[in-house]
């Protein structure tokens, strides 16, 4: 074996050297893409990000913007009227429909009311109109509805306390 | 600068730094796969080829096996070069794309004088032969330990083997070459 070795130590040592491949391949490295390249600034994970925030931002703010409105708005009607009165709610959308805002919704307030049992209609005349008038109780609290003759806008709302 | 700062720097995109381990491996890798390959213009292209990755892929290297590490992790890199070049044979390609550098290509005088050199290196030449018969890793070992005269502990690092297989094929590779040289006129006067 160590015949072997020995054979291995007589080849010639001497290194071969081909300068202009050698020079040649050093300066096309140095010169490559990789020692060139500038770090680009990558915007699109930071547009992305910034996008992003803009939704969660603009869904946050329309949502607590609208539940500030309606807390502010019932809390008005009930200290208006010292009564949880969903009718009050619904009946403030429908004065707000007698402009030229259409009725969204197709049952109207007319029809929730005299669903319900402790509800009585009636006609009368309210400001020389024909007029349908809903009358709701609510514990000691009577509800007066005053809409047009087609049932589909609210003219007036009275309320009356019983206890007083 | 040691090995590792030129290679950190290197890795930074520190052109002194790259320029200067360049300078220190060239060499090494091109005598090493010229004894392997014994043609200059394979040789020219496996050691090209064996730099581009390095500088492609210097960012991934890391220090595994301490000092040594880079110095497995060029010749693993060659050695992969110099056996796809065995599978391929004259199939095998520089992988620079760049007509600048491959005009460079004739180094006439130079190349005329490894040649000449080759032939009166009957050692290195009957060898080579007989180490061509062994198995594709027996031939790995060969040359890494006793052309390059690396250690066991970084031929195992290059061909990620546990350094006691690395001993043990080494010795099988030896016994083989023995056979194989059993023969030859060269060995047999050396008895």
Avoid: C
Wanted: charged share 30%; net charge negative.
């Amino acid at each position: 074996m160590n015949n072997i070795e020995e054979l291995f130590r007589k080849v010639n040592k001497e290194k071969i050297l081909i300068e202009g491949h050698k020079t040649g391949l050093k300066n096309y490295l140095l010169n490559s893409e990789y020692f060139n390249e500038r770090e680009v600034f990558d915007y699109k994970p930071v547009f992305a990000s910034v996008f992003f925030s803009l939704i969660i931002i603009s869904a946050s703010f329309l949502f607590f913007n609208n539940d500030n409105e309606k807390e502010i708005a019932l809390d008005n009607n009930q200290r208006a009227l010292g009564v949880q009165s969903e009718y009050f709610n619904e009946s403030m959308k429908m004065m707000s429909a007698t402009s030229d805002t259409p009725i969204e919704e197709s049952i109207t307030l007319y029809d929730k009311l005299i669903s319900k049992d402790n509800t009585e209609a009636y006609d009368s005349v309210f400001d020389e109109k024909e007029v349908k008038v809903l009358e709701v109780f609510e514990n000691s609290i009577k509800t007066k509805y005053y809409f047009n003759k087609d049932k589909n806008i609210l003219l007036k709302t009275e309320i009356i306390n019983n206890n007083k | 600068m040691n090995i590792k700062e030129l290679v950190e720097k290197s890795k930074n995109k520190d052109k002194e730094a790259f320029s200067e381990l360049f300078d220190l491996y060239y060499d090494k890798i091109i005598n090493y796969v010229f004894k392997r390959t014994l043609n200059i213009d394979y040789a020219k292209d496996i050691t090209s080829n064996t730099f581009l990755k390095v500088l492609e892929n210097l960012h991934r290297f890391e220090w595994r096996n301490g000092e040594n590490s880079f110095n497995s992790w060029i010749y693993k890199i060659a050695t992969n070069e110099v056996n796809q070049y065995f599978r391929k044979q004259n199939k095998y390609k520089l992988s620079i794309d760049d007509e600048n550098f491959k005009e460079l290509g004739d180094f006439g005088e130079e190349v005329e004088k490894i040649e000449k050199r080759l032939e009166n290196d009957e050692y290195l030449l009957v060898l080579n032969k007989a180490i061509k018969q062994l198995k594709p890793i027996y031939q790995d070992i060969m040359h890494l330990r006793y052309f390059e005269e690396l250690t066991y502990s970084e031929i195992s690092g290059i061909l990620n083997k546990n350094e006691t297989t690395v001993r043990v094929y080494s010795k099988r590779a030896l016994e083989k070459l023995k056979d194989i040289l059993k023969e030859d006129a060269l060995f047999i006067n050396q008895n």
